[in-house]
């Protein structure tokens, strides 16, 4: 057997060990360099059978998974097999290294994303997952922290396959054949119940990638979010506002029962697009550049008439809240100034209502909400508290060209008007 941490160690003759990634019951993971190919970096990955009495099995075994990473390895975003061999009893295989940052580095607990970019990074993700289906393989492992973001396009790749891991944790019976096996693979609050049970399915890898989904709009880790007694679905929906279609998309993805979810990548990556027929895309990360999205052709942005509803509600709510707000300070009978405090509070409010909510995961006042449209920056992103406070004041500019601020919208290509171009924003319809 070889020594514990392979650091220092040349196998096969030519891969060289240069440092530890990771270990577990399923195995270690080293950085290492191949001498035979210009130092080009690799990963070795070395299991850890459980039963070194069935060394056969376990051989065959590996072979065939090995043979199944190696096909699967032709597509771009999954990292190819250089190599897989047995070294004294002990198995290796040897990957591609993939540069970049893992998405768990862009997840943030109680920071939210937008539901424009969470529905782009879905289909990212479901674009290379539906290859692997397409050859009868559940993922079983898919979680942020198995999911590289490549640059320069921050695609997807898709790492750390759980088939192998699986041939590590095989209990054999007196007769040697496969009884169980001793772990369950996969990551809490990523696997469904299917498997947990041992029983993993393509709808199970489906599953994994709505509750990503739920994590980035939410902000919340999957194990933390409570379960629905009843139903045992997730609960998720309270913790923050998107689109009904997209709500039921995300919660088909993650039903509980097996036969409600999306059957594989395909189907689910089918619902996606639909989705994206009427948002913008969105860069993954975290301060993407204020570029203009001039590609999308399919993109809806808010006429003039839904607008000028969506501010009639809004008006109306400011209105109100200004009355009620004078009676709770001042008292029905003070009639002195009354038009002067209604004013100045139908400002103060309508700035706190209006930058707080469409630079909110939101994106949008009440009367947006209703009518389905949402601001965004100039890259389909949540705006900026700044840049929602530039839009309220800059509103000033279209009410003094006596409106013709607001009318120039009907002549632009993305019907904005001179507030969205002063603060560099747009007002989009949201997916139906």
Request: aromatic share 12%.
């Amino acid at each position: 057997m070889l020594q514990q941490n392979l650091v220092g160690e040349v196998l096969q003759g030519h891969y060289q060990v240069i440092s530890q990634l990771g270990g577990g019951g399923f195995g270690d993971t080293f950085l290492a360099i191949d001498t035979s190919k210009f130092n080009r970096q690799c990963v070795v990955k070395r299991l850890k059978p459980q039963n070194q009495s069935t060394m056969q099995w376990v051989e065959q075994a590996f072979e065939r998974e090995a043979r199944m990473l190696e096909a699967l390895g032709r597509h771009p975003r999954i990292p190819d097999l250089l190599g897989f061999f047995q070294e004294q009893q002990e198995f290796f295989l040897v990957q591609e290294f993939i540069s970049g940052s893992n998405l768990r580095a862009h997840l943030i607990r109680g920071q939210q994303w937008d539901e424009n970019r969470v529905i782009f990074i879905l289909q990212n993700i479901l674009e290379v997952l539906e290859f692997v289906h397409q050859h009868g393989v559940v993922h079983r492992d898919i979680k942020p922290d198995n999911l590289i973001l490549q640059n320069p396009n921050n695609q997807i790749v898709l790492i750390d396959f759980g088939a192998v891991k699986q041939i590590s944790t095989q209990v054999f019976n007196t007769q040697g054949q496969v009884a169980s096996t001793t772990y369950v693979v996969g990551t809490q609050g990523y696997m469904p119940i299917e498997q947990m049970r041992g029983h993993p399915m393509l709808c199970s890898d489906i599953y994994a990638v709505g509750m990503i989904g739920i994590e980035a709009l939410t902000g919340v880790f999957p194990h933390e979010l409570g379960t629905d007694p009843n139903t045992f679905e997730v609960i998720w929906r309270p913790r923050v506002l998107v689109s009904e279609d997209f709500a039921r998309v995300l919660s088909t993805m993650t039903a509980y029962h097996p036969s409600q979810r999306y059957q594989n990548a395909t189907l689910a990556l089918q619902a996606i697009r639909e989705l994206t027929q009427t948002v913008l895309p969105s860069s993954v990360r975290q301060t993407p550049p204020p570029q203009p999205v001039t590609t999308n052709t399919n993109v809806r942005y808010a006429g003039f008439s839904t607008r000028f509803a969506a501010d009639i509600i809004d008006k109306t709510i400011l209105i109100i809240a200004s009355f009620m707000f004078d009676f709770m300070t001042n008292g029905a009978a003070n009639a002195d100034g009354f038009w002067g405090r209604l004013f100045f509070y139908y400002i103060v409010i309508g700035f706190v209502y209006a930058t707080v909510m469409e630079s909110s995961a939101i994106q949008g006042t009440v009367g947006k909400m209703l009518l389905g449209i949402a601001v965004t920056d100039a890259s389909g992103n949540r705006i900026t508290f700044e840049q929602s406070a530039k839009r309220y004041f800059s509103k000033i500019l279209s009410y003094i060209t006596f409106l013709f601020g607001f009318f120039i919208a009907g002549f632009t290509n993305k019907k904005q008007t001179l507030h969205d171009i002063v603060s560099k924003s747009l007002v989009i319809r949201k997916s139906r």
